[in-house]
């Protein structure tokens, strides 16, 4: 099994995005790539703590590639707003990608190169690339949220 960690907004569609993916194990809500120490939804929805919300994703490379992921990943929010996704507006809500090794790094660069100069969108991706930092699983009311609520999306 491997890794994956991405921000692509408020993260219960993110997780449910991924969950619906064939080969993805496990998935979990949580917050990544800020400063403060186990940091609650209040404190992140502050913007001050300097997280994102995440979803860490463990997959079986056997069954979904990495570069997969990244295309449910893509297609899942706006690369080119910066912090911001449809109503949420915060760097909690900004577009990442943490990767857990050189190659995902590699992977994850090509990828988003690759669908900035093809086109699609209007404006240039602000999509940030760094590797993955100490994450922090949400509190258990947030896991599988839309899941447990038989809902397919957050609208």
Known sequence: MQKATFA????WGVELAFQQTEGVVETSVGYTSGQTKDPTYEQVCTGRTGHAEAVEVIFDPEKVSYSELLNV?????DPTTLNRQG???GTQYR?????HNEEQKRVAEESKANLDASGSYRSSIVTEILEASVYYPAEDYHQKYLEKRGMRSCS
């Open 8 to 11: 692509a907004g408020c993260f």
């Open 73 to 77: 990943f893509w297609k899942k929010h």
């Open 87 to 89: 109503p949420d507006i």
């Open 95 to 99: 577009s990442g990608i943490y990767y």
